[in-house]
């Protein structure tokens, strides 16, 4: 598996992930009727921020994440990020390889720290890895996500120093 930042050449082949993790409701707080092009200017990142993609030895995209500053200003030292797998990709170590190449990458770019503003609850996956990398919850919002299938549970702000 190859990570590299994402063209725009890459989105035909981004946009079925996105598309397919939004839709399933359980792990975003975008629309579950996300259009193509809301969700290209939402994932596609410009300057300070960026795109990366998880390709394959195929040549396949098997997952994306987006960095940026998580705030502008005063705040623009603290990085964000998120991140989408391909649910054919999952369990392969490809969100834990993104996790590293953004965690490298914000280091790389000057920022202090990342913090993850909505990492859902009940996204027990997720929430383990973001601490086996060194983040910890540093609150939640409690009933802050309608889960499609668990109703209304927490979403966690997550933290680390780079």
């Given at each position: 598996m190859r990570i590299r930042e994402a063209t725009?050449?890459?989105?035909?082949?981004?946009?079925?992930?996105?598309?397919?993790?939004?839709?399933?409701g359980d792990t975003y707080t975008y629309p579950r009727d996300l259009d193509e092009t809301f969700g290209q200017t939402l994932w596609?990142?410009?300057?300070?921020?960026?795109?990366l993609v998880a390709v394959d030895d195929d040549g396949r995209v098997v997952g994306?994440?987006?960095l940026g500053p998580n705030q502008m200003g005063p705040g623009s030292h603290v990085a964000n990020a998120s991140f989408m797998v391909a649910a054919e990709a999952r369990g392969r170590g490809v969100g834990r390889a993104l996790g590293e190449a953004v965690l490298a990458r914000a280091r790389e770019d000057g920022y202090r720290a990342m913090q993850f503003n909505a990492v859902v609850e009940a996204n027990k996956a997720a929430v383990a890895l973001w601490t086996a990398l060194g983040f910890e919850v540093i609150g939640t919002a409690p009933e802050a996500f309608d889960h499609p299938r668990e109703g209304l549970v927490g979403l966690h702000i997550m933290y680390r120093g780079l």
């Open positions: 725009g050449a890459d989105w035909p082949a981004i946009w079925p992930i996105v598309e397919a993790v939004v839709r399933a596609m990142q410009s300057s300070p921020g960026v795109t994306t994440a987006k």
